[in-house]
């Protein structure tokens, strides 16, 4: 609630809203804050960005790449949901607010401020024995600046400084973080284990890196030799920023590519890209060969996503064969392996044709989107560009899937009437039988407009501007809906046929 809303703010509530906004901005320099963060992991450029955005400062800032997946970002959004819902039943939500700014005020903050990382890593260390628990990526910088600051080598404040670098590369996101980690391992097993193996012991540091064993992973490659871990990692962090697309300063040709196996949920895979960037020369693995893999990796997850075969505890063991099988290969074979591999573990043409046919709806809500989304984006020119994938303000996709037959228990008397002659009881049969067909669904940004309304109201739908919103807004995937009087179950057959033709190609790994 903006502080210039006078209608509900009495003149004592607006000088506590005014004090608290100095509280927080310079009231000499209004483009300050009292509050400097760090600048590490873009915080204080994500900081000033979100004040400027909510123009508690005048000066225009354009928030960084990426600022809606950060902490800063996804606290003020997590603390904005949080105060919302706290004051909406509130007869004075002026009053309510500060009472909960009361509140605040009320909290004792204890900051404990060290001279040096060595002492800072004592104070964590005697964090973690006291009932604070770290985690596992806590552990491993703590364990590095342990051994850093005995070593002769280096120094604790240079692996502190590489580290941060790192984590800028990763980012901020815990599951990100130890996904690397472990991606990292497992892509490299066989160059870290080099000079920990023995003669009946090829993997002594692990077969493979699982949540349950990086801690102690790590905690060996550190004491081995913690200067070598840092510089190789810290490579690894950087090509995993581009797969990430966190690094804006070296766009990849392929990076198109990568958006569309991050939406897939492809990330098992980025152990091989990670290995394949790194290697790309010994490889002579050229850009084009690494957007066709992006590309063929994203067609394998749409058809494993369906199928679930592999299944998911088999997927890190097929992208770490494919890692072991690809050393002494070059360009074109390197690829030619993959593809080859790929197909081996994936489900038949007729098992990925009958997932196809039947309820993809319910077997993977995701992979359903993500297919009506490519299918209507290889369609589109700059033109008539429609970002599919762009999100509101609670962080949802503003373009869903719109089932044209509706899926509601309760089907209205219109759509019984169209689509089973009045009876009831054979639409309910044809609701269960082919609702949640890809012949019946598409896409749409106005879906909650859309709901139950009859096929001509859906059809036609137009917003308060004029603007139209229903199945004539322009989408190819509504080009042959738009065009009909009804909608009945041949149309949904006819539909759905159509559109198994055209998945079948776009995702076809041969």
């Avoid at 040096?116 to 703590?142: C, Q, V, W």
């Avoid at 489900?347 to 039947?358: P, Q, R, S, V, W």
Wanted: glycine fraction near 4%; charge should be neutral.
């Amino acid at each position: 609630m903006s502080v210039n809303n006078k209608e509900e703010i009495d003149e004592e509530q607006l000088v506590e809203l005014l004090n608290l906004k100095n509280q927080v901005i310079i009231k000499k320099s209004p483009n300050s804050t009292r509050v400097v963060l760090q600048i590490q992991n873009s915080n204080f450029d994500d900081y000033k960005a979100k004040f400027s955005e909510i123009s508690l400062i005048k000066e225009k800032i354009k928030a960084p790449k990426n600022a809606g997946n950060r902490r800063i970002y996804r606290a003020f959004k997590y603390y904005e949901y949080r105060i919302d819902k706290y004051i909406a039943e509130k007869e004075n939500k002026i009053d309510s607010i500060l009472e909960i700014l009361s509140k605040i005020n009320s909290a004792v903050l204890v900051e404990i401020m060290v001279s040096t990382h060595s002492d800072a890593y004592t104070l964590f260390e005697s964090l973690n024995m006291r009932g604070t628990p770290l985690t596992a990526i806590d552990l491993i910088k703590n364990t590095l600046l342990a051994k850093s600051s005995i070593s002769k080598t280096t120094t604790i404040d240079s692996s502190f400084q590489k580290w941060s670098e790192l984590l800028e590369y990763i980012g901020d996101d815990y599951t990100l973080q130890e996904r690397f980690f472990r991606h990292y391992y497992n892509a490299f097993k066989e160059e870290i284990n080099e000079s920990f193996k023995t003669i009946t012991n090829k993997y002594p540091l692990g077969t493979l890196a699982t949540r349950s064993n990086i801690l102690k992973i790590y905690e060996q490659l550190i004491e081995k030799d913690p200067v070598k871990f840092l510089d190789n990692i810290l490579e690894a962090g950087k090509i995993y920023s581009y797969i990430l697309n966190n690094n804006s300063e070296d766009e990849k040709s392929y990076q198109n590519e990568l958006h569309s196996l991050d939406r897939i949920q492809g990330s098992p895979s980025y152990l091989l890209l990670l290995f394949l960037i790194k290697n790309q020369v010994g490889l002579t693995y050229t850009d084009e060969l690494l957007k066709q893999t992006v590309q063929l990796l994203v067609k394998f997850f749409v058809r494993r996503n369906l199928t679930d075969m592999p299944s998911t505890r088999d997927l890190t063991k097929c992208f770490m064969d494919i890692v072991s099988n690809i050393k002494d290969k070059k360009g074109k074979d390197v690829l030619y392996y993959i593809q080859t591999k790929l197909i081996e573990v994936s489900a038949t043409e007729a098992e990925f044709i009958d997932k196809l046919n039947g309820p993809v709806y319910d077997l993977n809500i995701g992979t359903t989107r993500f297919i009506l989304c490519y299918i209507a984006e290889q369609f589109m020119t700059k033109e008539i560009y429609t970002d599919l994938w762009k999100l509101d303000n609670n962080r949802k996709y503003i373009w869903t899937i719109e089932h044209i037959f509706p899926q509601g228990d309760n089907i209205p008397k219109d759509w019984v009437d169209m689509i089973a002659d009045g009876n009831q009881e054979l639409a309910k049969e044809y609701k269960a039988q082919y609702v949640h067909t890809l012949g019946n669904l598409t896409i749409t940004g106005y879906n909650s407009t859309l709901g139950t309304k009859s096929f001509i109201e859906k059809r036609d739908r137009v917003d308060r501007n004029g603007k139209l919103v229903g199945y004539k807004n322009g989408i190819i995937l509504n080009q042959t809906i738009e065009k009909k009087s009804e909608w009945k179950i041949d149309n949904i057959k006819e539909r759905t046929q159509e559109l198994v033709a055209l998945s079948l190609k776009l995702f076809n790994l041969k």
